[in-house]
């Protein structure tokens, strides 16, 4: 298994430009989500889904759109990127194991910067 | 709205010590805590998830407690080598029909020196 992939790893960005982070999982986990990082601060949830075609807001998830149309592929996308987006992005995946715990795996990450 | 905080924010010291990381969290209703080591430029790696009705957790040389009427998470590094030179990460979890939702700390970022 190849676990959580993400695409791509850097990507330098101009205040206005698109573009789709890309996330994948080869686990089935019904259940994965998008978080950033930003120096000195924890993980903060962007979106996340609960199972193909639903989708929730996170705790942060102002310019932000994602949408889940198979198990495998969660897509990020930043609609017009800005300064304030500049962080780096991780993906995770989990499931309900036999303890009734959810166990978490994350992505090596997306390292953003708009300029 | 839960918060996590970790202290100390860095940590160094010499190899072979035992250490003690410390997590705290502000809403006590949670499903699970969990922490994470997190290595530069990498991605997170799981070390110990522990129910909210367990006390503690034990991996190797690594034990996680879990306090929930204080709101703590300690964890307990034995015998530490330069090898655990990481960020170290906890998270509230929680609960949700399917799926969590993990609240993190900042992380507190260990050097053990040889």
């Known amino acids: 298994n190849a676990g959580v992939t993400q695409t791509p790893k850097f990507q330098v960005l101009k205040t206005g430009q698109s573009m789709t982070l890309q996330c994948a999982q080869d686990?089935?986990?019904?259940?994965m989500s998008w978080y950033r990082q930003d120096p000195g601060m924890g993980l903060r949830l962007i979106h996340y889904?609960?199972?193909?075609?639903?989708?929730d807001q996170g705790e942060v998830p102002n310019g932000y759109n994602v949408s889940r149309s198979t198990t495998e592929d969660f897509p990020l996308r930043l609609l017009s990127a800005a300064p304030s987006q500049t962080s780096v992005y991780f993906c995770?995946?989990?499931?309900?194991?036999?303890?009734?715990?959810?166990?978490?795996?994350f992505g090596p990450g997306t390292r953003l910067t708009v300029t | 709205k839960q918060e996590v905080t970790q202290i100390p924010a860095a940590l160094s010291v010499p190899e072979g010590e035992n250490l003690v990381l410390n997590c705290s969290f502000t809403?006590?209703?949670?499903?699970?805590l969990q922490w994470f080591r997190q290595d530069p430029g990498k991605g997170l790696t799981s070390l110990l998830l522990?129910?909210?009705?367990?006390r503690e957790q034990t991996s190797g040389r690594l034990n996680a407690s879990l306090d929930k009427s204080s709101g703590r998470s300690t964890l307990y590094i034995a015998a530490s080598q330069p090898g655990d030179s990481a960020t170290y990460l906890c998270?509230?979890?929680?609960?949700?029909?399917?799926?969590?939702?993990?609240?993190f700390g900042a992380g507190t970022i260990l050097r053990v020196k040889s």
């Open positions: 995770a995946s989990s499931y309900l194991n036999s303890q009734l715990l959810y166990e978490q795996y």
């Open positions: 686990m089935n986990h019904e259940y």
């Open positions: 889904s609960v199972g193909a075609g639903i989708t």
């Open positions: 809403d006590s209703a949670i499903y699970n």
């Open positions: 522990i129910q909210s009705s367990q």
């Open positions: 998270a509230a979890a929680s609960h949700m029909e399917y799926g969590n939702k993990l609240v």
